[in-house]
């Protein structure tokens, strides 16, 4: 079982262009969460989707989009990426709403110039 | 210029030795906190995880403790080893409960 699958896996990026990171679930999970990463922040939230179909901001939602599509998928597009942008990026899921564990990837490290 | 890096709390501790590590939260109504760990250049990892209707639960090696009064949880490790260096979490549920809040994180490191 795969679980989380992340891609690319580290990614350099020159500022102004467009970047998606993937994200893709074997575990027919309902929620999808994309966290980033910052020595000393944490992990911060950015988008997340209850369901299929939905999605809705997190704490840190600026400069970054979703969508969700099917319940697999749930790409994270970085429109035109700024250096505030370079990040360790998470991708996670958890069956439904409840509370329970969340399953993470093993994350895209993001380095904007 | 040099930049200067934000630095997590780090706990070392001796092989064998138990481990305690701390998080404080901040919202009184949170009903379930839960604790990860995290190596490095991996993602997070479920360790264990408690509902505010109990104290202490137990894991393999593992204790988490609640403390609601002072808002206070924490995670104790037995017998720590090599193997446990990594940065713990602790995070909470907020926004109904659909998303989690992660704590800054502490470092734990193993000396042999």
């Known amino acids: 079982i795969a679980g989380i699958t992340q891609a690319p896996t580290s990614q350099i990026l020159a500022a102004g262009r467009r970047m998606t990171l993937r994200c893709t679930q074997d575990m027919r999970h309902n929620a999808m969460y994309w966290y980033r990463q910052d020595l000393g922040l944490g992990l911060r939230l950015i988008h997340y989707s209850n369901t299929a179909g939905t999605t809705g901001k997190g704490e840190v939602p600026d400069g970054y989009s979703v969508s969700r599509a099917n319940t697999d998928d749930f790409p994270l597009t970085l429109a035109s990426a700024v250096p505030s942008q370079t990040s360790v990026y998470f991708c996670a899921s958890k069956p439904g709403q409840e509370n329970g564990e969340l399953f993470f990837g093993e994350g895209s490290r993001l380095t904007v110039l | 210029g040099e930049s200067v890096g934000l630095h997590l709390p780090t706990l070392s501790v001796q092989e064998g030795d138990n481990s305690i590590i701390n998080c404080a939260y901040s919202n009184s109504a949170s009903d379930y906190f839960i604790w990860y760990k995290q190596e490095s250049g991996k993602g997070p990892q479920f360790i264990i995880d408690?509902?505010?209707?109990?104290d202490k639960r137990q894991g393999q090696r593992v204790t988490v403790l609640l403390n609601k009064t002072v808002k206070h949880l924490s995670l104790q490790i037995a017998a720590t080893q090599p193997g446990d260096s990594a940065v713990y979490f602790c995070a909470e549920p907020t926004g109904g409960g659909n998303k989690l809040t992660f704590g800054t994180g502490t470092q734990l490191k193993v000396e042999l």
């Open positions: 408690i509902r505010s209707n109990m």
